[in-house]
């Protein structure tokens, strides 16, 4: 299928892949779509190997990267950040944190365990943090950049005109959409409320069309609720240029989540998902748990903003999923994740490739019935 986003960016279906995974990455972008690199939670020397990982799987072919860079958070002092972004979570909140460990009786990591989730995401979305990452991405051949959570700074996409990178940026507004436009974006991504991680309050199929009226002729790409042929189809049939899909490769083998979590993502249902600041600090759309449930209860303080949040709670998620692996009834509990409402179609585990061209097939195929049904 050829569109002005696949002519774009090089590609031959009009199919993005977004993960923080090296391999879903890599595995998308070889079934001829464009793999894109969660790329926050690494630091600067890791999100070097692993770009570099992912160019040698792939052999040339288009591949891109996805920045949070939020217009609004806690900013700590720049001569000791972390520790001056620790020092603004509040007692009450680190108190809540310890009794749900301990009422759960969530063990203790092992001394000699690398945390599974830690928190330089908080210097990773500040302005240095970013310009960090930003000189590690432009250093390699990278053909798409996507912004998160606001405008793109101006220095973010002049650097990406400079290098000859696609600037694309999500958006769950019209409004959005017309600030990215005079930003100088070139990719808007509308992404609906279904949709996993953060995301707004409009379903795909009323946000995707009001975007595309005001993109100017830039490619749209439908996020939300796509992870079958026949969404990525209507997606199309919508405006889009082509599909924005993450929530549908948390069902791949090659996703780094642990196998806990995948575990409970088959046995929930399209309704298990909650949108919520719990784990971020920004309204992101997650698998509901128990986790959610001690939060909701009365006298349980109010989330922190963005990055506090995900300090407060990396450690914490980092034990649960070290206990959840190892079946520890209490984690299983509270175990939760990014993850959209097509959760509720995940049957068994697939290989990320045959997920993609499954995809493209069953929606060629039901645009070809589309196609014939009209007299």
């Not at 720049?78 to 603004?88: E, F, H, K, T, V």
Request: net charge negative; charged share 20%.
């Amino acid at each position: 299928m050829r569109t002005p986003f696949t002519e774009l960016v090089g590609i031959q279906h009009p199919l993005v892949g977004f993960n923080r995974s090296p391999a879903v990455v890599a595995e998308v972008t070889k079934a001829g779509g464009l793999g894109v690199l969660a790329a926050t939670a690494y630091t600067p020397e890791e999100l070097d190997a692993q770009l570099t990982w992912i160019e040698n799987q792939v052999g040339g072919l288009p591949y891109g990267v996805d920045l949070l860079v939020p217009e609004k958070l806690a900013i700590g002092d720049p001569n000791d950040l972390m520790a001056s972004l620790r020092a603004q979570i509040p007692d009450e909140h680190r108190q809540f944190i310890a009794d749900l460990l301990i009422k759960y009786e969530i063990p203790e990591l092992p001394p000699d365990a690398d945390p599974l989730i830690n928190d330089e995401i908080a210097a990773a979305i500040n302005p240095d943090g970013v310009e960090a990452l930003l000189d590690v991405v432009f250093e390699h051949p990278i053909a798409l950049v996507a912004n998160a959570l606001g405008t793109p700074p101006a220095n973010l996409v002049q650097r990406a005109k400079a290098n000859n990178v696609v600037v694309a940026a999500l958006v769950g507004q019209a409004k959005h959409a017309r600030r990215q436009v005079a930003a100088g974006v070139d990719v808007l991504i509308a992404q609906g409320t279904e949709a996993g991680g953060h995301t707004g309050t409009i379903a795909t199929t009323v946000l995707t069309p009001e975007v595309v009226s005001v993109a100017e002729g830039r490619p749209v790409l439908a996020a939300g609720g796509i992870a079958t042929g026949a969404q990525m189809a209507a997606g199309l049939s919508l405006g889009a240029a082509g599909v924005w899909c993450g929530s549908v490769w948390l069902n791949s083998f090659e996703d780094i989540t642990p196998l806990a979590i995948k575990q409970k993502f088959l046995a929930a249902g399209s309704n298990d998902t909650i949108r919520s600041p719990l784990r971020t600090g920004k309204p992101a759309r997650q698998l509901r748990s128990t986790y959610h449930s001690e939060w909701e209860k009365p006298g349980s303080p109010q989330p922190l903003p963005l990055p506090l949040q995900p300090m407060l709670v990396n450690e914490a998620f980092s034990r649960i999923d070290a206990a959840a692996g190892d079946g520890h009834a209490g984690a299983l509990e509270l175990e939760t994740f990014f993850i959209g409402q097509v959760v509720g179609s995940f049957t068994e585990l697939r290989p990320a490739k045959e997920i993609a061209l499954g995809i493209v097939a069953d929606c060629e195929q039901r645009l070809r019935t589309l196609a014939a049904e009209i007299v």
